[in-house]
């Protein structure tokens, strides 16, 4: 296992994160898992032996039980707290009242007594904002996560699917008043859905985010066990519930190509997918869930599979992004001005 630096900071983790959405299975998550105690128990144990030292939650993952889950599953794999960076996310609705979400003083100070509890430690490695609140200035936010970092609750914060202005926006705030700002970036990131290279991937790399990537397999459907119209013959998760959204021409066109590069290097689809994410020098951290120690090891196993230039290259044009303004002029101005690039 290899590990990188979280973001700018000097903390190191695991270039695989283990995420736990399937862990529980309460409400509308039952869709993604339905993981018990045992099952999870196994799989964090599989995760902490090979190496792996992130894991990543959430609040709202089956309305809380996956923290609690997660927090025991720790607990029982004997290692101490501090062998592990722990992660979760907050902004979900997560009771009746109006209150009960978004990312407001009030409620950032509600959410994080509730998942240190579910967790059971006193602290949080890095606490993430799930979702953009378009009604909370981010200036609340930013100060309450700073208070959150003083008081000990929080040792580093982080953000997931915001719009790279409002990224850029709260990395300002934090830095005018010397507040702690974001370390890491939660984003939706495969071969398949390669949108993020726009405009997050220059901000990241500018302001030095770690950026941890979810959903690295599509939701499922970069495992090479679906058709081209969606179907799959274990009537597996995508199948029933299709998400993120992805442009399916694109993504069977590299799933074709990632076939046959699996085929000559002996391994699943599944593993070259996430190889090609380990590839990319802008992803810090790639977040695995699995519903057993079989597909945890398999996933794992990417970290091994070494990809040529020559393979780089041709999955980079199968599934390369559509021009789009401004980028195309952006290009075109900078080819002007650099002639001899």
Not at 30 to 40: C, F, M, N, P, W
Not at 99 to 120: E, F, P, Q, T, Y
Not at 208 to 237: C, E, F, H, I, Q
Not at 286 to 309: P, Y
Request: glycine residues 10%; proline residues 3%; hydrophobic residues 40%.
């Amino acid at each position: 296992m290899r590990y990188k630096s979280l973001g700018g900071t000097g903390l190191l983790v695991s270039e695989i994160c283990l995420g736990t959405m399937t862990f529980g299975g309460a409400g509308f998550w039952t869709a993604i898992g339905q993981l018990d105690q045992g099952v999870a128990d196994s799989i964090v144990a599989r995760a902490l032996d090979a190496g792996v030292n992130f894991i990543d939650t959430a609040d709202v993952y089956s309305e809380g039980l996956s923290e609690e889950i997660t927090g025991r599953a720790i607990v029982n794999s004997g290692r101490k707290r501090s062998d592990v960076v722990l992660a979760t996310k907050l902004n979900g609705q997560m009771g009746p009242g109006p209150n009960d979400r978004g990312s407001s003083r009030g409620h950032i100070m509600d959410a994080v007594k509730a998942s240190l509890k579910r967790l059971n430690t006193d602290y949080i490695d890095l606490y993430q904002i799930h979702a953009q609140d378009n009604l909370t200035p981010v200036e609340e936010t930013v100060r309450a996560l700073e208070d959150l970092v003083r008081q000990g609750h929080v040792r580093y914060v982080g953000v997931s699917n915001w719009a790279a202005w409002r990224i850029v926006k709260a990395l300002g705030v934090a830095d005018k008043n010397n507040w702690a700002r974001f370390s890491t970036l939660q984003a939706y990131y495969t071969i398949a859905g390669r949108d993020l290279e726009r405009e997050i991937v220059p901000m990241i790399e500018q302001e030095k985010l770690g950026l941890m990537v979810w959903s690295p397999l599509a939701g499922g459907l970069l495992s090479g066990k679906y058709n081209r119209d969606g179907t799959s013959p274990d009537g597996s998760r995508r199948a029933n519930f299709d998400f993120p959204p992805v442009n399916r021409d694109r993504a069977f066109d590299s799933i074709d190509v990632m076939r046959e590069i699996g085929d000559a290097k002996g391994v699943s689809v599944a593993r070259i997918a996430l190889a090609w994410l380990l590839h990319q020098k802008h992803v810090m951290s790639v977040i695995v869930g699995a519903k057993s120690v079989e597909q945890l090891d398999d996933n794992l196993a990417a970290v091994d599979v070494a990809l040529t230039a020559d393979e780089l290259q041709r999955l980079d044009k199968v599934s390369a992004l559509p021009a789009e303004y401004p980028g195309w002029m952006i290009e075109r101005q900078l080819r002007k001005a650099n002639p001899n690039d």
